[in-house]
């Protein structure tokens, strides 16, 4: 564990820009603990205000993979400069400096590396298909400093192009990975792990290759069977769920290589980011939605000028978090997607999709399992650093105690036994 360990420090110091990270360690490392260490304070007093706010800055795309849950085929919607700077502007007066950057694909965005080159004091994790990190953008990526692209990988060569929707898409993201190395850009590999890659892609060889060609870091999504094309038959069993965890565990002691994972504390207890309130995420139209994959809204960036107030006030925010931990410690879309359906009618919330199926997508989806193992088999942390670091800055923050007590969601009180109730009988 210890060698792997200096390898991979001696490995980051000697493949990353210097200026770069140190960015990375001030505005990511130093700064991201604080706002973590904020929110847990402020979640003491009631008030939760997301440390890690994800944003979706348009829905264009190059691609069309496989349960994909943006209108990618849609006219192109977009945050706009303004408003981009807006939420991060306001975030920061709050002591955010860590933003994720998502789409479609966020390389598309025309004035994506102006926002970039505006906030120099934060960092950005941008998830990308790595198709359009040309030689000169990565060069621009490294002059900015504060940019780690998180590139999707999701099969080798025929796989890829059948997940993806496109063609000779592994060589095309691969070049965009070796301009990003190439320029000692902090990046990583993110893939999402179905029944089509997991074979290839959850080996030893397969991250022995990434470290081999360079990268710095993996994090290991697993399948979420939704949007306009759920194609179900992807998705992941509680087994191989279950290996994932192990796999991740272990290879966080054997390599040099960090990898992430956002479903699990230190001590392999499951959680939902969502539901501890550590990330939200905005759609390309301005929606504030609970997750990426929960496209329901009661509230606009565009309506507000403080994602601030928007998100701590949110009746609807809040009633999403509770709800869903108060029922699982895993996927509330997956696994009681009844759940996301009536706290969208209770809430009068909008469809924030432009196909607008949400409600059609939702009711036609079956309950099924996700990261919270049937068994309730937890898996630990084996590596010291990854059990300390998540005790401290990513834990369930003690949302799931009722759950975890047992005492889940009183069933609804039927109408007529209220009215007894009401009338004292
Ligand atoms: S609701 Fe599901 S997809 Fe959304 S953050 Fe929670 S676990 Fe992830």
């Not at 692209?149 to 025929?158: D, N, Y």
């Not at 038959?233 to 290879?251: S, Y």
């Not at 009536?342 to 196909?355: F, M, P, S, V, Y």
Request: charged share 25%; hydrophobic share 35%; aromatic share 8%.
């Amino acid at each position: 564990m210890i060698v792997p360990s200096l390898q991979y420090a001696a490995r980051i110091l000697k493949t990353a820009d210097t200026r770069h990270l140190a960015k990375f360690m001030w505005n990511f490392g130093v700064k991201g603990v604080r706002s973590v260490n904020l929110f847990k304070k402020r979640m003491k007093e009631g008030i939760y205000f997301p440390p890690f706010i994800y944003i979706s800055v348009l829905n264009s795309c190059n691609l069309r993979c496989q349960g994909c849950w943006v209108d990618v085929d849609k006219p192109q919607v977009k945050i706009d400069l303004e408003n981009l700077n807006a939420i991060v502007n306001d975030a920061k007066q709050h002591g955010n400096s860590f933003f994720g950057i998502l789409g479609g694909e966020p390389m598309m965005h025309p004035d994506l590396f102006d926002f970039f080159a505006q906030h120099p004091d934060c960092f950005f994790q941008l998830f990308t298909n790595g198709q359009m990190i040309t030689e000169k953008k990565a060069k621009q990526l490294r002059q900015l400093g504060n940019v780690t692209p998180l590139i999707s990988i999701e099969g080798t060569e025929v796989v890829a192009n059948e997940r993806r929707g496109g063609k000779d898409v592994l060589n095309r993201t691969l070049r965009g990975l070796d301009n990003c190395l190439e320029n000692k850009i902090l990046t990583g590999v993110a893939t999402s792990l179905c029944q089509t890659n997991i074979d290839d892609l959850l080996t030893e060889k397969w991250l022995r290759t990434l470290i081999d060609r360079g990268v710095h870091y993996a994090w290991y999504h697993t399948y979420r069977p939704v949007g306009p094309q759920i194609h179900e038959e992807l998705a992941l069993t509680p087994e191989q769920a279950r290996k994932v965890r192990q796999f991740v565990v272990d290879m966080r002691v054997k390599l040099p290589l960090g990898i992430i994972d956002a479903y699990y504390d230190g001590e392999g207890r499951a959680l939902c980011p969502m539901a501890t309130g550590i990330s939200h995420h905005i759609s390309p139209t301005g929606a504030v939605e609970p997750c990426p994959i929960i496209q329901f809204a009661t509230e606009n960036v565009h309506e507000s000028d403080s994602i601030y107030d928007t998100l701590t006030k949110s009746e609807f925010m809040r009633d999403f978090r509770e709800v869903a931990a108060k029922n699982t410690r895993g996927c509330i879309v997956l696994e009681r997607p009844d759940l996301v359906k009536d706290l969208a009618e209770k809430h009068g919330a909008q469809d924030t999709t432009l196909r607008k199926q949400a409600m059609a997508e939702i009711e036609s989806m079956t309950s099924r399992n996700s990261q919270w193992l049937p068994d309730g088999s937890e898996i630990p942390e084996r590596h010291p650093v990854y059990r300390w670091a998540k005790r401290i800055w990513f834990n369930d923050f003690g949302v799931y105690d009722q759950l975890d007590a047992g005492a889940t969601q009183p069933e609804p009180v039927k109408a007529e036994e209220e009215e007894k109730e009401l009338a004292g009988v």
